[in-house]
């Protein structure tokens, strides 16, 4: 709570100060361990004006992930199948990671609500694709892919396959000649012989 003669932080610094400490429970005692309670202790505020911000303990965690997790520099090797490898890669050490933990928590909470699963950076459509669209534009500018390949869907179906593994095998990491199989047998095919219909 304030301190005596302590300012009372109101509008965004009161909100950073809530997702910082939300942020540092999750690191600390992951999902199952993030309560309103000990956000607003952490914080120095009430549960009110956490409530007035997120509506539950979900929304809260998925904001404070986001806060946690940082925008990914495409990788830049000058070859693409390379840099697909590199994202997965990436993907694949994330998912395995502490974080990766929460973000799997995360999701089974969201079950099935698109509106909250969208706010997690790894589903945002625009950011993940933004990210692939960019090692996939590098590729095309190089003659290694076809112009036509560059369609969100197309660009990012190497994660969405990295993905699937995760969600449907239940596993906290794939092996890497999985990662090369969905690269050498999927995407480089697939954005190599794409054509206009």
Do not use: C
């Not at 301190?3 to 992951?30: F, K, V, Y």
């Not at 199948?81 to 999701?107: T, Y």
């Not at 593994?165 to 890497?176: K, Y």
Request: hydrophobic share 45%; aromatic share 4%; charged share 25%.
């Amino acid at each position: 709570m304030e301190q005596l003669g302590q300012t009372r932080r109101r509008g965004p610094a009161l909100e950073e100060a809530i997702l910082r400490a939300a942020a540092d429970e999750l690191t600390e005692s992951g999902y199952a361990g993030l309560t309103m309670d000990r956000v607003a202790i952490r914080a120095g505020t009430n549960k009110n004006a956490i409530y007035r911000r997120w509506p539950n303990r979900l929304a809260l965690g998925i904001a404070a992930y986001r806060q946690l997790t940082t925008a990914v520099q495409p990788p830049d090797t000058g070859n693409l199948r390379e840099d697909v490898l590199e994202m997965l890669r990436r993907g694949n050490r994330h998912w395995s990671s502490p974080l990766g933990a929460v973000m799997r928590d995360l999701l089974a909470a969201a079950g099935g609500a698109a509106e909250l699963l969208a706010q997690l950076p790894e589903h945002s459509t625009d950011s993940g694709a933004a990210t692939w669209l960019t090692i996939l534009g590098r590729a095309v500018a190089r003659g290694e892919a076809a112009p036509e390949a560059l369609h969100p869907r197309v660009a990012t179906v190497a994660i969405v396959l990295l993905r699937n593994e995760f969600v449907l095998r239940g596993i906290p990491t794939a092996p890497d000649d999985v990662l090369v199989e969905i690269v050498d047998e999927v995407y480089l095919p697939l954005v190599r012989q794409r054509s206009p219909n």
